[in-house]
């Protein structure tokens, strides 16, 4: 059984920072991609972030790039994302979910999912 638990998530000032982590269970992390996706209020969900095996190639969306950075660690088997300069309309629920091929930023493949935490940016 695939397990995905993210954690990170809070209220915080725009401007402000929250480092975000997902650790997964019951397959090979280090093998499979990882992405972060996020839904706001009354929105649709959205990829954010992905990374690839290993961590070799990172993938961001648009909105995020120069402001959030994905990682991984391989001996904790949890992947992070780190968000700065965060503004309100980074105001969503953000889940983590994995995929067996490194497919780039496009959100299609992703077989298992986290619960989502929360993230709250006032402004």
């Known amino acids: 059984q695939v397990q995905l638990v993210e954690s990170g998530g809070g209220l915080v000032q725009a401007g402000g920072s929250l480092r975000l982590s997902c650790t997964a269970s019951g397959r090979t992390f280090s093998t499979y991609a990882m992405g972060w996706f996020r839904q706001g209020p009354g929105k649709e969900r959205e990829f954010v972030a992905a990374?690839?095996?290993?961590?070799?190639?990172?993938y961001y969306a648009d909105f995020v790039k120069g402001r959030f950075l994905i990682s991984r660690d391989g001996a904790k088997n949890t992947v992070y994302l780190q968000m700065n300069s965060l503004k309100a309309g980074d105001t969503a629920v953000y889940y983590c979910?994995?995929?067996?091929?490194?497919?780039?930023?496009?959100?299609?493949?992703?077989?298992?999912w986290g619960q989502g935490t929360q993230v709250t940016v006032s402004s």
């Open positions: 990374i690839s095996g290993f961590g070799s190639r990172t």
């Open positions: 979910a994995s995929r067996p091929v490194d497919s780039g930023p496009k959100s299609e493949g992703y077989d298992y």
